[in-house]
């Protein structure tokens, strides 16, 4: 019967290698899999103690296996504790202070067996009791070894409780895998209770407690790999993705930043993990001297860089689970400053006229619609014609010409309020849009115009505009009914601005 343990034992650490070295194997492509590879291991170890702790002819080393069974069983179920939580959450890392205090316990113990003798912490007294079928022995446990028990079983308790819970929100197609795996945790937790207590009548039940982490490692590296390609083909373009990719806890907490994020944010923190990404881009902003600008199309962050500014798209996307609640949130930042300076040359060159730097025709039709709103009026439509244009351009040439242009849309700019809209309608014609705004302003801003044209000397004399303006009070009187009024008062001024022979002399 000895004989027949000592080659079930031998059979069980064989398979456990092979597991191993396909764990191994298969790491490269599952980094997921390090805590079942570090189980399977303590695995092979517990085999290798057990079967070092029958058949050691000295009864000290018995002893010392005996208990040394105690710190590898307590580190294997912390090592498929950490596993469970990677499984069922893929994108969560362990710190290394949490990963020191996990194993603190299973690392005390260890200790304290080699140190026994001088304060008996963890057995007070160890002898044989027997040898054959099985070798059995009689100790006088001491507190530490209660606690190392303890908190073995809430490790294997915890991942447990972790497995149910995911298995009530997992796809179905996971669920029989779950179900095995629970199943090889209640086997595993039964036999070694039942040793723990001695109703095992004679037979080791030691070597049978070996299948259940066993039935993990099979499940977690053959059928493991095949079920969560797509979990793998997400985790491959989550670290390849060109932009800045951030995972966050429902409470805005980032748990995973792919390596473009750590580039981008590492003037920043060096770690971004653990920490809250709403203080990410408040620090971010403050020392890279940017803005926040939220829009249709999703926030816009602008960061002033040595070169020039940079824009940023941020999107942010919910992560719910299979049951369709929230649990957390998926934030992609992509640099789009180079679309964004092509967007505003095309913007430009299609909503502002190239010589004067005024807005074009074709804005200021988008624009008065957007203000004939009720909050705007009274709104002001005022019409201008550039008077002499030709006889300047016949006279002095065409950049002459332009000049008078350049030096009339500046009085008219200058003379206007913030508010107003400034249009060069083309050639000689200009609009000027004012919202908010009676007679009395609008009859000021062309007293404004009119004296600052007087002031001005050049060559070919001063500027000299003739201006019409006209109120639009409500909704009932449509747009192109105010800009005709407007337009009208301005010819009219215009003939008795030429009737009575206002026109200035060329020099």
Known sequence: MTQTFLIIGVLITALLAAMFAGAVKTFRGMPHLVPMLFALGLAIIQTGVYIVFQYAPEPHLSILCYFLLLPVKSSLLVALLIFAVKYTSPFYKFSARLLVLLFVVPGLTAALLFTNENHGLLYESALVLRYVPVKEIAARKSLWYYVNFIYMYLAASAAVYIYVCHYNAALIVYKFKLRVIMLAYGLYLVLDLLQFFDIHNGFDIAVLDMFAPLALGYWAVVIYRGSNLLMLARNTVFEKISCVALILEHDGTIIDANPCAQKTFATVWENLVGRYYSALIKDWLARCNGTLEHT???AIITITGEDGPLYYQVNESEISNHNGMKIGNFVEIRDITAQRMLYLEMFHAANYDQLTGLY????????????????????????????????TNDTFGHMYGDRLLMKISGILTKAAPERAIICRAGGDEFFVLIPNCGE????????????????????????????????????????????????????????????????????
Not at 362 to 385: M, N, Q, T, V, W
């Open 296 to 298: 249709d199309s999703g």
């Open 440 to 507: 009395d302003e609008a009859a000021e801003y062309l007293r404004q115009v009119s004296a600052l044209c007087a002031q001005s000397a050049e060559p070919f004399g001063a500027p000299d505009i003739s201006m019409g303006f006209h109120i639009k009070r409500d909704a009932r009187e449509k747009i192109h009914e105010a800009m005709l009024n407007a337009d009208l008062i301005m010819y009219e001024n215009k003939r008795k601005h030429k009737a009575a022979g206002n026109y200035y002399k060329l020099e």
């Open 360 to 391: 074009n025709r074709r804005y200021y039709d988008l624009i008065c619609e957007k203000y004939d709103l009720p909050k705007y009026y009274p709104l002001a439509f005022i019409s201008g014609d550039l008077n002499y244009l030709k006889r």
